[in-house]
């Protein structure tokens, strides 16, 4: 719903502003995702914005404050599922809460198509992954973002799917941290993964990843498990690569 007062927010050219209070052009996320003009800059006021959000065309969405009072929560859809061709997402908490009486597999963040770039994200999901990265044209850039208390995995990368994970806390997921398969190839670097109920690292069959410079310490089941995939560790400008240890 449009908010009452859309003179209220300081907003430049480009932009609108997400205030929950009524502050801004729009009370809702939601809404201010359909309704504005392509290359538009969203910003993000704090406050519980319980809505689900799909972002089919380039955009930005950028909190506007403390990413922790910045809150996207959604019950029966994604938080945010990725369908344009690019798009930023930046300094937001994004939790799905469907829970066991919701539908299955929803995400914090689940990118089905295009770039999209999320930083300093807190993400978790309490059905499925906290974030998913799948299909042949999809590429992910996750920097500086926690991903944690996944009920299955942090992170999964599936069916061509292929990104960047830098610099993120991956923690206290049911399952991996990381699980990837069915051809997905992601590149993890500079990341903490630990803390998880199975691994850090989970290869299945047709997948692989390229791991640089993470902490894998502390996970129930160990550092890693590959089962028909590929796992390869770089070490400066040495790649050593590791297949179907379980």
Known sequence: MHANHPQAGSTGPGEVLVAADGTGQYTSLKEAVQRVAEGTRIRVRPGIYREGNIIDRPLEIIGDGKHEEIVIEA???DCIRMEAGQAVVKGLSLRC????AGPDELCGVDVAKGHLLLVECNITSDTWACVTVHGAN????IRDCRTH???RSGVWVYWRGRGTFEGCDIFGNARA???????GDPIVRNCRIHYNGYESVRIFAGGRATVEGCDLTGNKQGAWKISGGMLSFLYGRRIVSRDNRE
């Open 75 to 77: 019950s029966d859809s």
């Open 177 to 183: 941290g990381v699980e990837v398969r069915l051809a």
């Open 138 to 141: 999809t590429v992910a850039t």
């Open 149 to 151: 208390d996944g009920e």
């Open 97 to 100: 809460r469907a829970g066991s």
